[in-house]
């Protein structure tokens, strides 16, 4: 039997661990402590814009944070990319609000701005001013973020950035993470660095941190008094320590994830059939947290390609299938023209791990040439 080859496994090689025992030694191995400061620093350093970072416990309490922080009460409408994980909407349930698909472009998938600025034009004339856009650097890939941006100006509508799994991309040499009015970044064992678990909500000013830390902290006013209605979404200092030592490594991980790229482009030029997604030009530069594919299902069928694999005991996924199609938010207000609908019908993201071997590299590939004969 084959040992099973993963889409995105979580990547530890000559990591100091010490500071890890240290921590635990500490006892500080709550929600309080040094590391906790030092790892938002750092991030704040990496992502150079602007960049306030509040560590959390995932991405989605991240998400969940901004939309409170841009106070979305329920019945407002949030308009969010529909080529997604479920994690990028369902905050907007979370708040009662309602969400409102767009659907992406060609060339990144992300937020496509012409069915963005339709909608907000349509919203408009029914009067119900759309109170934030959530948009998504899919997969690693940034978003046309200058079209985007102008849009959002234009309308005055502030921009959630959900770049979960785009740390190290960059557009026009800016990094993701730093483009939204708030941003959050994803720590999961899956993505591009990890803390096992966890997430961090990146704002532009001190006092929307020094906010955003209190309401994570159960809003704590002093000793057993709370001001308001709080969350318990902080990160732990044990995870924070894992997250030091994770991010000395991460322009390796791009490197090792990019090298992927470079060897599937190689593999696939070569056979009929299948489109890598790729960088449109030099304004993008993406992690590939995840390699993508689009399928020509008029010479072979999604559903033989993922049996291939599963044979093989390789992990390999469909896209994202539309948030607007999921079971439970069928009816959901939409605006675009069903690309993503597309995408899902003829797209797999193949395994991309930063410590995919060139055995299990070699693997993928012999099923690939298998497929075609
Ligand atoms: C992983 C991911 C999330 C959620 O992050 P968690 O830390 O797992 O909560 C949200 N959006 C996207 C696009 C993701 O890939």
Redesign the pocket.
């Known amino acids: 039997m084959y040992s099973k080859i993963w889409l995105s496994k979580p990547h530890f090689d000559n990591e100091n661990f010490d500071i890890i025992k240290k921590t635990i030694v500490s006892n500080w191995v709550s929600t309080v402590g040094p590391n906790i400061a030092s790892f938002e620093t750092s991030i704040e350093r990496i992502l150079e814009h602007k960049a306030e970072v509040v560590a959390l ?7 969940h944070l901004a939309l409170k922080l841009l106070e979305i009460e329920p019945g407002d409408e949030v308009l969010c990319q529909t080529f ?5 909407v369902n905050p907007i349930l979370y708040c009662g609000a309602t969400p409102v698909f767009i659907e992406s472009e060609k060339e990144t998938w992300n937020m496509c701005p012409f069915f963005l600025e339709e909608a907000i034009k349509d919203r408009l004339k029914k009067k119900r001013k759309p109170k934030a856009i959530l948009v ?4 690693g890939m940034p978003a046309k973020w200058d079209e985007i941006l102008a849009i959002s100006q234009k309308y005055e509508i502030p921009v959630i950035e ?5 740390l190290g991309s960059r557009y026009k040499g800016q990094m993701c993470g730093s483009f939204g009015d708030f941003s ?5 064992g ?2 591009i660095i990890t803390t096992s ?3 961090a909500l990146i704002c532009r000013e001190k006092h929307v941190k020094e906010r955003a830390i209190y309401l994570a902290t159960q809003s704590k006013i002093e000793g057993v008094v709370h001001g308001e209605l709080g969350f318990n979404y902080r990160m732990s200092n044990v995870l924070a320590a894992i997250g030091l030592e994770q991010l000395t490594v991460l322009e390796k991980r791009v490197q090792q994830r990019r090298e992927n790229h470079f060897r599937y482009q190689s593999l696939l030029e070569a056979l009929d059939g299948f489109e890598l997604q790729e960088e449109k030009n030099t304004d993008f530069y993406a992690n590939f ?1 995840l390699n993508c594919i689009r399928i020509d299902t008029s010479l072979i069928s999604k559903s033989i390609i993922l049996n291939a694999f599963s044979n093989y005991n390789i992990d390999v996924r469909s896209l994202w299938c539309p948030l607007h199609h999921q079971p439970y938010l069928k009816g959901t207000l939409y605006y675009g023209d069903h690309f993503s609908q597309r995408l899902y019908d003829t797209g797999l993201c193949l395994p991309s791990s930063s410590n995919l071997t060139s055995e299990e590299f070699h693997r993928i590939a012999q099923v690939f040439t298998t497929l075609l004969k």
Do not use: E, P
């Not at 959900?162 to 785009?166: F, P």
């Open positions: 416990n995932s991405g989605t309490s991240a998400i997604s994980f479920c994690a990028t998504v650097d899919s997969y959900d770049a979960a799994a785009a959050i970044l994803s720590f999961n899956n993505k678990a966890g997430g947290w």
